[in-house]
């Protein structure tokens, strides 16, 4: 029988909705769980080191935001991490084509096949699916514990809406493989993973183990251009796009006037 720990966001849409079915579901699978639950994602790290000898493996039942505060205690241990697809928009998981059906889901994790994949860094902080500046930064401040528990995926379309209507270009200079570039934009995104958002694409070919990450400027003049972008955006061919610049390196470096928000 596998020891695992079980992390649970139980302000996820459906954390504490899903806790005793995900419980059931993987106890029928053969494993002891050590469950935890995480009324403040910063304290994850240290669970996780409180745990480590007493366990095998860590599985994180949330969305992006829990897995993405649980890294540096999954850094430190080394632990194994499963995934349980719980939050709102679940992009990780969308990437490494975890089904969304808790059942399937947690027979992944039984199924006991690891992947190795990259980790994003930016500002002394890992991530793993993407670093942005701009627009997208104004959706997610916007993007409050109520609004998610109420609208689910919909609420990053009532978000960005709402930041549409603030949003303002600012100046960068992005320094790619010794070069300056610089840009009127926005949004940049710098993605490790492929989706981001609630199902954007960050580029066409990304993958989360291909040891590069992937960058796009987002150069419109009016807010209302972005509308036209979305399907593109969700393809992940707005590489093509003339109001949209794109670059592809394993380091990038991104400067603004002004501290930013990442």
């Known amino acids: 029988m596998k020891k695992a720990l079980f992390l649970v966001n139980q302000h996820s849409?459906?954390?504490?909705?899903?806790?005793s079915q995900a419980t059931a579901e993987l106890q029928t699978l053969g494993f002891e769980l050590i469950t935890e639950s995480t009324a403040h994602p910063r304290d994850l790290p240290d669970t996780i080191r409180r745990y480590q000898n007493?366990?095998?493996l860590v599985i994180v039942g949330g969305g992006d935001g829990t897995l993405n505060a649980a890294i540096e205690g999954l850094l430190d241990t080394k632990l194994p991490l499963g995934i349980l697809p719980m939050g709102t928009a679940n992009d990780l998981a969308r990437t490494l084509r975890i089904p969304t059906s808790l059942p399937e889901?947690?027979?992944?994790?039984?199924n006991n096949q690891v992947r190795l994949i990259d980790l994003g860094w930016v500002n002394g902080k890992h991530f793993f699916n993407v670093a942005s500046l701009g627009l997208?930064?104004?959706?997610?401040?916007?993007?409050t514990k109520e609004?998610?528990?109420?609208?689910?995926?919909?609420?990053?379309?009532?978000?960005?809406?709402?930041?549409?209507w603030s949003a303002r270009p600012f100046r960068a200079e992005i320094r790619v493989n010794h070069q300056s570039f610089y840009v009127k934009t926005i949004q940049i995104a710098i993605g490790n993973g492929r989706?981001?958002?609630?199902?954007l694409t960050v580029a066409e070919d990304a993958r989360i183990d291909d040891r590069r990450l992937d960058l796009y400027s987002l150069e419109i003049k009016n807010w209302w251009e972005i509308i036209a972008l979305l399907p593109a955006m969700r393809q992940g061919n707005h590489a093509t796009l003339p109001n949209v610049r794109t670059w592809e390196a394993q380091e990038i470096e991104v400067y603004t006037s002004k501290r930013r928000p990442i």
């Open 13 to 19: 849409r459906k954390g504490k909705q899903l806790l």
């Open 54 to 56: 007493r366990v095998q």
């Open 105 to 110: 889901a947690c027979q992944v994790i039984a």
């Open 136 to 143: 997208s930064v104004q959706i997610t401040e916007r993007l």
């Open 147 to 164: 609004v998610k528990q109420r609208w689910g995926v919909l609420a990053y379309a009532f978000a960005a809406l709402q930041a549409l």
């Open 195 to 199: 989706y981001y958002g609630g199902g």
